[in-house]
């Protein structure tokens, strides 16, 4: 990435300038303190008639002056090497942050692509998600059986003697799986008060809407909703669009 790079970049000038500042902290008070040391030894041989006494003197300022030289190049290069590792460290902190902070848009193109057969099954299983409750209503109630038949042919209170049958067969059914409650708890040709907090979704204002809630009406329809969710177990398996099978009764 580029703001990696660049956060490199910065990093190591400032761990570099922030260690070499730290370095001549060290390194000027240390080459002071041995410049004074040299001129204080040369002031001893001076002072020393003895020939073995000045001569080592002089030795040990030789050391010193040698020390000195050198003394200054090693440590610069140590700082150097300690600043090296932690800009290589604060380089993989940050590589590391920037892993996990990685968008999640990145990992699902990573994933695999739905193969057809795959694709092709899930729309099966949606079609017999839809026509589940269809089925069931046809097995429990004759439903579609009801819907195909020509009524034209049959007198009103036949048709209201087979109604009633297939009514209360399908009742039975969804109250067993859904048991259906009414969304307002009064009576239809009630005279009732839409407070300000009401659900548009759950509750359908018809008529001469205007203005701000709350709304002062008649109640229509009680609507309709859920109280349970009960449904068999899905099998997926033969013709997804099939309602219900036939029935063929051997001889």
Same mark, same amino acid.
């Given at each position: 990435?580029?703001?990696?790079?660049?956060?490199?970049?910065?990093?190591?000038?400032?761990?570099?300038? /922030?260690?070499?500042?730290?370095?001549?902290?060290?390194?000027?008070?240390? /080459?002071?303190?041995?410049?004074?040391?040299?001129?204080?030894?040369?002031?001893?041989?001076?002072?020393?008639?003895?020939?073995?006494?000045?001569?080592?003197?002089?030795?040990?300022?030789?050391?010193?002056?040698?020390?000195?030289?050198?003394?200054?190049?090693?440590?610069?290069?140590?700082?150097?090497? #300690?600043?090296?590792?932690? /800009?290589?460290?604060?380089?993989?902190?940050?590589?590391?942050?920037?892993?996990?902070?990685?968008?999640?848009?990145?990992?699902?193109?990573?994933?695999?692509?739905?193969?057809?057969?795959?694709?092709?099954?899930?729309?099966?299983?949606?079609?017999?998600?839809?026509?589940?409750? #269809?089925?069931?209503?046809?097995?429990?109630?004759?439903?579609?059986?009801?819907?195909?038949?020509?009524?034209?042919?049959?007198?009103?209170?036949?048709?209201?003697?087979?109604?009633?049958?297939?009514?209360?067969?399908?009742?039975?059914?969804?109250?067993?799986? #859904?048991?259906?409650?009414?969304?307002?708890?009064?009576?239809?040709?009630?005279?009732?008060?839409?407070?300000?907090?009401?659900?548009?979704?759950?509750?359908?204002?018809?008529?001469?809407?205007?203005?701000?809630?709350? #709304?002062?009406?008649?109640?229509?329809?009680?609507?309709?909703?859920?109280?349970?969710?009960?449904?068999?177990?899905?099998?997926?398996?033969?013709?997804?669009?099939?309602?219900?099978?036939?029935?063929?009764?051997?001889?």
């Amino acid at each position: 990435m580029d703001w990696i790079k660049r956060f490199s970049r910065r990093s190591f000038l400032w761990v570099l300038f /922030w260690n070499t500042l730290l370095c001549a902290a060290l390194v000027v008070p240390a /080459w002071l303190g041995l410049d004074v040391l040299l001129s204080l030894g040369k002031e001893a041989a001076a002072l020393q008639p003895e020939a073995n006494v000045s001569a080592r003197i002089t030795e040990l300022m030789g050391f010193l002056g040698g020390f000195r030289l050198y003394a200054v190049g090693v440590i610069y290069a140590v700082f150097f090497l #300690f600043s090296l590792i932690l /800009w290589l460290c604060v380089r993989g902190s940050a590589k590391k942050a920037a892993a996990l902070a990685a968008p999640p848009e990145k990992e699902e193109k990573s994933k695999p692509q739905v193969d057809e057969k795959s694709a092709r099954q899930k729309q099966m299983d949606d079609q017999r998600r839809a026509l589940l409750l #269809f089925s069931m209503l046809q097995r429990e109630g004759r439903l579609m059986d009801f819907f195909a038949e020509d009524l034209s042919l049959y007198e009103d209170d036949q048709i209201g003697a087979a109604a009633r049958g297939v009514q209360e067969s399908c009742k039975k059914l969804i109250e067993k799986h #859904f048991n259906p409650q009414p969304v307002l708890d009064h009576e239809e040709g009630e005279a009732i008060t839409i407070e300000e907090d009401f659900d548009p979704a759950a509750i359908k204002l018809i008529g001469a809407v205007s203005g701000k809630p709350p #709304f002062k009406g008649v109640l229509r329809h009680r609507g309709w909703r859920a109280g349970r969710f009960e449904m068999p177990t899905l099998i997926a398996q033969g013709d997804p669009r099939l309602i219900a099978p036939a029935e063929v009764e051997l001889e």
